[in-house]
């Protein structure tokens, strides 16, 4: 039977999906073009500023870099001073190095603005998971991720052809079409950051569209009735950097992150070496990914509600893409081939919102701020190592689809880290000092 308590919970989560979600959903939106736009890009910044695959493929992956380096302090800095002020720099700032990509003219520019692109927009996405974590009960948790990720699969399937039809805008105003559709993307990105300004609160108290009793029951569900005393810096740190299950689910993570921005970053190139020409159709079709992916993110949550099992579906996922990428190197059909890269993004982005929601049930507070931080900061290292090993090997094969046979390789370990993420979830104990910090500490007053 459904007590008066539960019912003001799910009127209150209702507001908070219609009103929070959007907000957050296209300030995601606009980073996962913002750094993935590069790929339809490849081989026009080939042709015409001479950046060769190997180049391109450490600069694809130099985003990741300067992204992970910074993600730690970033979301401390969050913390500190609230979502609403630093979400809103991350998208201003992240906007114009965007839009500077247009003035990209050799290699070590290309190097540098994608460094800086990854500085900009570091501590984005956990400080996405971290409100998460203030605004949502446990139990909504893995729904609400999986609703997060919906932005960048919509990215992908409404971006590609997109930054595809702009660049067939190529020699308007004597720019590049690759110009045209840097300075387009990132200066509407600008306007997401004003967006962000005006739209966000920084936690159920400061929602002006939220009733005081609403606000009062997500906070004490988010944070949960157990919550023990505020921890000290120590054992804060210990919590967010040094439990078992926190290494697993970055090692996992990595892996994931390595295989999926390695295929990404080329999947352009490679639609061209089977044939498609125009920047538009190739956009289009590599949007393709973001409709199984979504499908992807949609279906594995409601697997969890279902069933259970979050580790297991995430056994499931990871065997998925071993499974896909395995089939992928005997295909000899081309279509065939497309298809098993889209099937491919349903396995690889459906276990993501599955491993937060592992991730966030052990945390909350100042150790979610710092842990989910750091797990992505471990993990989204992949996005540089995928690219970069993928471009190095495919110019030294001088074949494009010799990267893929170490793509399998990363598979496999990923589906052997599994078992172990499973053992290290058991073991893990919910002590008092596993949980977490109390309501009243979950998101400081802003300095």
């Not at 065939?336 to 052990?362: E, H, N, Q, T, Y």
Request: with cysteine; charged share 10%.
């Amino acid at each position: 039977m459904t007590n008066a308590s539960d019912v003001l919970h799910q009127q209150a989560t209702r507001k908070v999906v219609t009103r929070l979600l959007p907000v957050l959903g296209i300030a995601y939106f606009m980073s996962y073009i913002d750094r993935s736009n590069i790929a339809l890009a490849k081989t026009a910044l080939g042709a015409d500023v001479g950046i060769s695959v190997a180049a391109y493929g450490l600069g694809a992956g130099l985003f990741f870099l300067s992204y992970a380096m910074l993600e730690v302090p970033s979301n401390m800095i969050l913390y500190r001073i609230g979502p609403r002020i630093w979400i809103t720099r991350i998208a201003i700032t992240w906007g114009l190095v965007s839009a500077a990509m247009m003035f990209v003219h050799n290699e070590m520019s290309f190097y540098l603005l994608r460094l800086a692109l990854g500085a900009t927009e570091a501590g984005l996405f956990p400080a996405l998971m971290f409100m998460i974590t203030v605004w949502f009960s446990q139990k909504h948790r893995v729904t609400m991720v999986g609703l997060i990720y919906v932005a960048p699969c919509v990215a992908v399937f409404i971006g590609s052809p997109l930054g595809g039809a702009l660049m067939e805008l190529n020699g308007l105003a004597g720019l590049h079409g690759w110009q045209i559709m840097f300075l387009v993307e990132g200066l509407f990105t600008v306007l997401v950051g004003v967006l962000v300004w005006f739209t966000l609160p920084n936690k159920p108290a400061d929602a002006k569209w939220l009733t005081a009793p609403e606000a009062a029951i997500l906070t004490e569900r988010a944070v949960g009735p157990d919550a023990p005393h505020k921890p000290r810096l120590r054992t804060t740190l210990r919590l967010a950097f040094g439990r078992p299950v926190v290494l697993m689910l970055a090692a996992i993570y990595f892996i994931n992150q390595a295989i999926s921005s390695g295929v990404g970053f080329n999947f352009p190139s490679l639609l061209q070496q089977l044939g498609l020409k125009s920047p538009f159709v190739i956009g289009l079709v590599a949007g393709g990914g973001g409709v199984t992916g979504l499908v992807g993110v949609l279906f594995f949550p409601w697997m969890k509600r279902r069933f259970g099992h979050e580790v297991a579906l995430i056994g499931v996922c990871t065997a998925g893409v071993l499974a896909v990428m395995t089939t992928f190197l005997f295909s000899t059909n081309a279509l065939f081939s497309v298809f098993l890269i889209f099937l491919s993004s349903f396995f690889a982005l459906g276990a993501l919102p599955l491993f937060w929601s592992v991730a966030m049930s052990r945390m909350s507070g100042l150790v979610a701020a710092a842990g989910l931080a750091f797990i992505n900061m471990l993990g989204i290292t992949g996005g540089f190592v995928g690219p970069y090993v993928y471009g190095l090997i495919e110019e030294s094969t001088k074949n494009v689809f010799a990267p893929y046979y170490v793509i399998v390789g990363a598979a496999a370990f990923g589906v052997a880290l599994v078992p172990v993420l499973a053992l290290t979830t058991r073991r893990e104990r919910r002590t008092d000092d596993t949980v977490l910090v109390p309501s009243d500490q979950s998101v400081p007053e802003p300095a």
